[in-house]
């Protein structure tokens, strides 16, 4: 039916006897609201009424109210919500109380504009944050927002959009060749050759190698399957978990100079017995962590004795065996793969061409190991009554 003269179709307006119109209209939500100013014609606020119900229609619209909810209240419900691990749980909380909170928590969601965020990069970096930290922080605003838009409904976009501000310039991390890889685990206990070697010959993160469990291994098909971590929360508690990504959980082929290591480990009785023993633990089957072993096998004085780069971390023999992978011949996104990076629906696709390809890239890395230490690959080794080794319960 068509609509009667001088009646709208979607809210009224009305003369003030100040002279000025006001505009009112019924939201979705059955509340009456009034525009949040006056006009100085009927025109005008017909006009704004039309781009509400327009917002209306397109499903854009949000109450007023609701962006009026401060940072300071939606973020930390939204951190203890969210499904995440306990350690990226408390790594969001610092980033949320250092670097957020005090600059933008008592602003309501709907009042961060772009030059809000803009503002307060600035502000930090001056403040001395370092690059990363303002980058990490920035992310985490920028989920968090997010899902105020898009979930919550009530902001009416996300201000975190900056082109550039969620990436950072990191200097190259130093590698070194595989000859120095052999000195470095050389130096060490023999409780941790097989642990500096893995390291580098296949890619792991320190906090994957030492959450590894006998059935983790299978030494007969040379390949590693990576199913979870060992992270070290706050308050100093050691917790196995997941990795942080679903491309975390992967299988990785081993060169067989790794596969030869832990065959030594194996034979020397480093490992618990059992499917769920570990395969690196302290001298007495502790749980290792990273400060205390390092002082343990005197890291930072024997990288220092063999000529490492200064400032060589132990995850650089993961950056090392990236490296190394890449002289190979591997694309890059079989490296991707094999270092726990690729998107797990790209994983999914080229799963079978990976899996190969692994193989061949670990084929590959023996090859240069060969060259360079003038050694042949080890296919097998035995223990001292003849036997082959091989890791129990795996």
């Known amino acids: 039916m068509a609509n009667k003269p001088g009646r709208r179709r979607f809210g009224s307006v009305r003369k003030l006897p100040s002279d000025r119109w006001q505009a009112r209209y019924q939201g979705p939500d059955g509340l009456t609201r009034t525009a949040p100013q006056t006009f100085e014609s009927e025109k005008k606020a017909a006009k704004w009424l039309t781009l509400v119900e327009a917002e209306v229609i397109r499903g854009e619209w949000v109450a007023p109210e609701a962006g009026s909810i401060l940072l300071d209240e939606y973020a930390p419900r939204w951190i203890a919500e969210r499904k995440l691990s306990p350690r990226t749980r408390e790594n969001y909380e610092d980033l949320y109380r250092l670097n957020i909170a005090a600059y933008l928590g008592n602003l309501a969601?709907?009042?961060?504009?772009?030059?809000?965020?803009?503002?307060?990069?600035?502000?930090?970096?001056?403040?001395?944050?370092?690059?990363?930290?303002?980058?990490?922080?920035?992310?985490?605003?920028?989920?968090?927002?997010?899902?105020?838009?898009?979930?919550?409904?009530?902001?009416?976009d996300n201000p975190c959009r900056i082109r550039g501000y969620d990436r950072y310039h990191t200097p190259e991390r130093p590698t070194v060749g595989i000859v120095k890889v052999y000195e470095l685990a050389g130096a060490m206990p023999d409780r941790?050759?097989?642990?500096?070697?893995?390291?580098?010959?296949?890619?792991?993160r320190w906090?994957?190698?030492?959450?590894?469990?006998?059935?983790?291994?299978?030494?007969?098909?040379?390949?590693?399957?990576?199913?979870?971590?060992?992270a070290t929360l706050r308050s100093g508690k050691t917790e196995f978990g997941?990795?942080?990504?679903?491309?975390?959980?992967?299988?990785?082929?081993?060169?067989?100079?790794?596969?030869?290591?832990l065959r030594t480990h194996f034979g020397a009785g480093f490992v618990h017995d059992?499917?769920?023993?570990?395969?690196?633990?302290?001298a007495k089957n502790a749980l290792l962590r990273s400060g205390?072993?390092?002082?343990?096998?005197?890291?930072?004085?024997?990288?220092d004795r063999l000529g490492f780069p200064k400032g060589f971390h132990f995850h650089d023999l993961r950056h090392?065996?990236?490296?190394?992978?890449?002289?190979?011949?591997?694309?890059?996104?079989?490296?991707?793969?094999?270092?726990?990076?690729?998107?797990?629906?790209?994983?999914?696709?080229?799963?079978?061409?990976?899996?190969?390809r692994d193989a061949e890239i670990a084929r590959g890395?023996?090859?240069?190991?060969?060259?360079?230490?003038?050694?042949?690959?080890?296919r097998e080794e035995t223990s001292p009554d003849g036997e082959r080794v091989e890791p129990r319960g795996g």
């Open 192 to 204: 941790f050759r097989a642990l500096v070697l893995l390291a580098a010959l296949s890619g792991l």
């Open 320 to 356: 090392t065996g990236n490296t190394l992978a890449s002289t190979t011949g591997a694309s890059t996104r079989e490296l991707m793969h094999r270092m726990g990076h690729a998107s797990m629906r790209a994983a999914l696709i080229y799963q079978h061409a990976t899996r190969e």
């Open 109 to 156: 969601l709907g009042a961060i504009r772009p030059a809000t965020i803009r503002s307060w990069r600035k502000r930090i970096l001056d403040d001395g944050r370092p690059e990363p930290q303002a980058v990490k922080a920035y992310c985490v605003l920028r989920a968090v927002l997010n899902t105020a838009l898009k979930e919550d409904g009530i902001i009416r």
């Open 207 to 230: 906090g994957e190698l030492i959450a590894l469990r006998r059935s983790d291994l299978d030494l007969t098909a040379g390949t590693v399957r990576v199913q979870r971590k060992l």
């Open 274 to 282: 059992g499917p769920d023993g570990l395969v690196f633990t302290g």
């Open 242 to 261: 997941p990795p942080k990504t679903d491309s975390g959980v992967r299988t990785v082929a081993l060169p067989e100079s790794a596969v030869a290591a």
């Open 292 to 303: 205390t072993w390092a002082r343990a096998v005197a890291w930072r004085s024997t990288l």
């Open 365 to 378: 890395i023996d090859q240069r190991i060969a060259r360079a230490t003038g050694q042949r690959p080890v």
